[in-house]
């Protein structure tokens, strides 16, 4: 068992962190403004003796032991150039800890700048990626050929300024089976915004769930290019399409299941919200009108047995 012992100073002694199932690895600790924070041998193993940036620890960690990273409330670190940020060491959790204001962030300052997936059997949970330029390409790029990512509760395209965007937020690569989505916030404005999520090349099982989409994406809110994915869900979305566009736009022969989807956006037919000739749709409902608007179906309603 491998046991992280850190002071908060309690009355009795020390706080453990000792559960096997939850970390069966090394646990490691990343805080930018602690005033001990450093990238250096002796800190990392509790936060009173942080790292101080999110790549030095994932450099720390052993492939496929199970190791967690905790980022911690108010962590804040700069991106400038392409994968400066790469989650390269397979099986690791990186775990942001705080909520609102406090969440860990990573701000894009610069176009090229991206946060990279590099490895199989990746979580990443609570984390919050700012854009702070005027067109970053792509903010956080799931590699090509790795599969098993998780991306939980984290928020894509908060913006510094109004003009800041990301042109795609998430990019899932060929080869990248069996990536989950859940409970995730894109937000994005008119600026340059191509698509939240880009499912770029072909990838088996992704899962895209429980997230929200606000913003006027010039593709779509999720959209698939040059190669068809398989088995695709997408499933109890809330899309606030502000294009006139569709909110799913998948590439031809892209096969699945959409279902339970909530969509706002103004085309010509409710039909044209969701592009996706060889999925399989249930209780997707369409709306482009505000109260006392109401939504309706996509398609027409399975007969009862």
Not at 25 to 41: K, L, N
Not at 48 to 57: N, V
Not at 261 to 272: F, V
């Amino acid at each position: 068992m491998r046991t992280a012992l850190f002071s908060r100073h309690q009355p009795g002694g020390v706080f453990t962190v000792d559960d096997i199932v939850e970390h069966p690895g090394d646990i490691f600790f990343v805080q930018s403004g602690h005033s001990a924070a450093s990238d250096a041998a002796g800190y990392g193993n509790t936060p009173d003796k942080p790292f101080a940036t999110l790549d030095y620890a994932v450099g720390k960690c052993t492939a496929n032991q199970g190791d967690t990273i905790y980022v911690m409330p108010g962590h804040n670190e700069g991106i400038t150039t392409a994968a400066q940020i790469a989650l390269d060491m397979a099986g690791i959790r990186v775990i942001g800890l705080g909520w609102g204001s406090l969440k860990p962030t990573f701000d894009f300052d610069a176009d090229a700048a991206s946060f990279a997936v590099g490895a199989s059997n990746i979580i990443c949970e609570n984390l919050r990626f700012r854009v702070s330029a005027n067109a970053v390409t792509v903010g956080v790029d799931i590699l090509a050929g790795f599969d098993y990512t998780q991306l939980l509760r984290c928020e894509f395209g908060y913006a510094e300024t109004a003009t800041d965007e990301f042109a795609i937020a998430l990019r899932n690569n060929a080869g990248c089976d069996h990536t989950i989505i859940d409970e995730c916030f894109f937000d994005a404005g008119a600026q340059a915004a191509v698509a939240a999520i880009s499912l770029t090349g072909a990838s088996d099982d992704p899962i895209i769930r429980n997230s929200r989409f606000l913003g006027a994406y010039s593709t779509a809110c999720v959209n698939g290019i040059t190669t068809l994915s398989t088995n695709l869900l997408i499933e109890d979305n809330l899309f606030y399409q502000g294009a006139t566009e569709p909110a799913i736009e998948l590439l031809t022969n892209t096969t699945g299941i959409i279902r339970r989807n909530d969509i706002k956006t103004n085309l010509a037919t409710m039909a044209a919200a969701i592009v996706a000739d060889a999925c399989y749709l249930f209780d997707n409902y369409y709306n482009e009108d505000v109260n006392p608007g109401t939504g309706a179906l996509i398609g027409t309603a399975s007969a009862n047995d």
